[in-house]
């Protein structure tokens, strides 16, 4: 049986990419699950001048591997009220993805009366 230059030229092209398809595997970027942290100083990142003051989201980075992300957007003074306010958590619902987790840690700002807050709205509702 006799082949053509075409025929020898497909033959190859079709070998080489036979040959490339497993490499592209692993090349593909891996799918990165990603940790939101929302809340206020307990788990913020602080500046280096407040050390050694530190909000527990700033070392929780360093207990995973590069397949998780975590997105910090807790700040000093933030009640539940003030964060939604100030766009925080629909940053959060905007850039969230099935498999992704949300971490919430609010509480001593909430208690504050000059801070308007969901906690003090739903004990005005409930009493």
């Known amino acids: 049986m006799v082949k053509d230059d075409k025929g020898i030229k497909m033959n190859k092209s079709v070998g080489l990419i036979l040959l490339i398809i497993p490499f592209l595997a692993f090349m593909l970027p891996q799918k990165k699950t990603t940790i939101f942290l929302a809340g206020d100083s307990t788990i913020s990142i602080k500046d280096v001048k407040a050390y050694p003051e530190t909000g527990w989201g700033m070392p929780f980075i360093y207990f995973w591997?590069?397949?998780?992300?975590?997105?910090?957007?807790?700040?000093?003074?933030?009640?539940?009220?003030?964060?939604?306010?100030?766009?925080?958590?629909?940053?959060?619902?905007?850039?969230?993805?099935?498999?992704?987790?949300?971490?919430?840690?609010?509480?001593?700002n909430d208690e504050v009366p000059t801070k308007k807050t969901i906690l003090q709205k739903l004990n005005s509702e409930i009493i």
């Open 65 to 108: 591997d590069s397949t998780i992300e975590v997105v910090n957007l807790a700040k000093n003074g933030r009640s539940t009220s003030s964060f939604r306010k100030e766009g925080l958590w629909d940053q959060i619902m905007n850039d969230c993805k099935k498999g992704d987790y949300v971490f919430i840690q609010f509480g001593h």
